[in-house]
């Protein structure tokens, strides 16, 4: 019912910034009613939890590693999340991907890779030293 395409992705120098975008569609697109989160996942590497918010973007959860260099928002009149990236690291380097879980299901938590719904084919961030 959802797609979810991820954008913004591309090769920065350490210390830099990108911002990427998740746009939602499909025949119940609204973010109004989604939860999205924000995963990462390098060559050879579990995919692991980045950054997640609720549908009105006033909770927001981040992984340590990122914590005060990340921040996910969202505008939900374009049906779209961000994820600002600052201070880029060469440990940042993956594949990013963008997931949602609908508002009305149960039992969200948002570092559970099982408890998305929709997914979509990730960017690729690349951060050089």
């Known amino acids: 019912q959802v797609q979810l395409v991820e954008s913004g992705g591309g090769l920065v120098q350490a210390g830099g910034s990108l911002r990427l975008s998740c746009a939602a569609s499909g025949r119940t697109s609204s973010t109004y009613t989604l939860r999205m989160g924000w995963f990462r996942q390098a060559p050879g590497k579990e995919r692991e939890f980045v950054a997640a918010n609720t549908p009105s973007g006033g909770n927001t959860y981040y992984a340590d590693s990122i914590k005060g260099r990340f921040t996910i928002s969202r505008d939900n009149t374009k049906n779209t999340v961000y994820l600002q990236m600052n201070s880029l690291k060469p440990e940042d380097t993956a594949i990013y991907y963008c997931?949602?879980?609908?508002?009305?299901?149960?039992?969200?938590?948002?570092?559970?890779?099982?408890?998305?719904?929709?997914w979509g084919q990730g960017t690729q961030v690349t951060v050089s030293s």
């Open positions: 997931a949602a879980h609908a508002v009305l299901r149960s039992n969200w938590v948002p570092t559970d890779r099982g408890k998305y719904d929709y």
